[in-house]
Each structure stands twice: as C-alpha cells, then as structure tokens.
C-alpha cells in the first residue's frame, strides 16, 4: 500500500476465496489514498470480485457482500465489518479432518 501510494499507483487487490477473504481483502483498498491522476480528482478503487457461484463466499457470511451495478460496499462493521454465519460453518465442517489438495 504504502509502495503505491508513493509512486502514485492505483492498488487493485485480488481475492478468491470465502467471504471472510474478501472482506479482509477489501479492508486495504479502502484505507489507501486514491491516486491522484483522473479528471474526477482520482481514479476508483479496483477489486476484482469472483462472481462465480461458491457457497463458501456465499454461505458463510450472515450478510454475504453483493455487488451492485460494479461496486460493492465496504463492509464497515466490527473487524472487518462481517459476521459469520457459525450455524452454516458448523452444518459444514469437514469431520474427519481431511483435505482434498489438487495441482493446478
């Protein structure tokens, strides 16, 4: 962030994965400077937003985040601004404990 905002570089974090990810993730554009070029005073915060269907972006948040019209709201709440939905991680826990890993 920091790096950026020194050589005035718009930031544009990437994030696949839960909800939980991509409101952590969206804590960081949101507390960086806008660069300074743009005829409107800066250039828009850039997040790119899976719009895939994923129970785990979509399940296991109380509230999940929805982009409208292409932008979403930064959640502004305790934290990251997100609550977990603990009845659907716990309807969706893995007992046994395994994990399936695949190379991509």
Known sequence: RQLAAAFNLRLSPHCWGTGVAQAATLQL????PRAP???A???PLIFEFDRGESPLREGVLTTPLTPENGT?????GPGIGVTV???W???HRLEDH?????AH
């Open 89 to 91: 991680v716990r309807a």
């Open 85 to 87: 939905d603990e009845e």
């Open 72 to 76: 979403v709201a930064i959640p502004d």
């Open 98 to 102: 395994s994990v399936l890993v695949r």
């Open 41 to 43: 005073g800066g250039e």
């Open 29 to 32: 554009p949101s507390a960086t």
């Open 37 to 39: 070029f743009g005829m």
